[in-house]
């Protein structure tokens, strides 16, 4: 089992817009047949069974193992993943984009879709993933906000700098500064 499945086929997003399949979904992160996961959800089994089958059509679902109960062979399925990300490409953006300058939204929009879709597709079978994820929360007073911005550009722009040569192996820095939201919701 994959920990995520990033999903880039609109065949794969429009088999999961039924609830019922999410929960049949979430019962088989662990092998189960369609009569376990029929009884876990107050369902029938041939109710399961074809959603199953949408599931394991789409990728999402694979068939783990087979056993004879008597004399029928029951399949025993698993979801592919622990988790799934949608391509935020399937959706699309509602409206206009606004201009792609580095202090807009959709900018931010932009490489947060070129980060997961980067993630999605890195080796997670690799004996080494060498990388690292930082978050934090930052208070700056308005009249410094221009400050900070530069402060911070200038950061990262001495360690592009630094480590920019053609040597060693190359890794992606991406960087998003956003305002936090409301503390009292």
Request: glycine share 8%; charged share 25%.
């Amino acid at each position: 089992m994959r920990d995520v499945l990033y999903l880039e086929q609109i065949e794969q997003a429009e088999v999961l817009l039924k609830p019922q399949r999410v929960e049949v979904l979430r019962q088989l992160a662990e092998p189960r047949t369609c009569t376990e996961v029929a009884a876990r959800l107050d369902q029938t089994p041939q109710r399961v069974y074809y959603h199953v089958k949408q599931l394991v059509a789409a990728g999402l679902v694979e068939l783990v193992n087979e056993r004879k109960v008597r004399g029928i062979t029951e399949g025993i399925y698993q979801a592919a993943a622990r988790s799934y990300w949608l391509s935020p490409r399937l959706v699309g953006r509602i409206g206009l984009r606004r201009a792609r300058d580095e202090l807009s939204l959709g900018y931010l929009l932009d490489l947060m879709e070129e980060v997961q879709a980067d993630i999605a597709g890195l080796d997670r079978a690799a004996p080494e993933l060498p990388s690292i994820g930082v978050s934090g929360e930052i208070r700056v007073p308005a009249e410094q906000r221009q400050q900070f911005l530069h402060d911070l550009q200038t950061a990262l722009q001495d360690l592009f700098t630094r480590y920019g040569g053609s040597e060693g192996d190359a890794f992606k820095l991406a960087v998003a500064c956003y305002p936090k939201g409301n503390d009292n919701e």
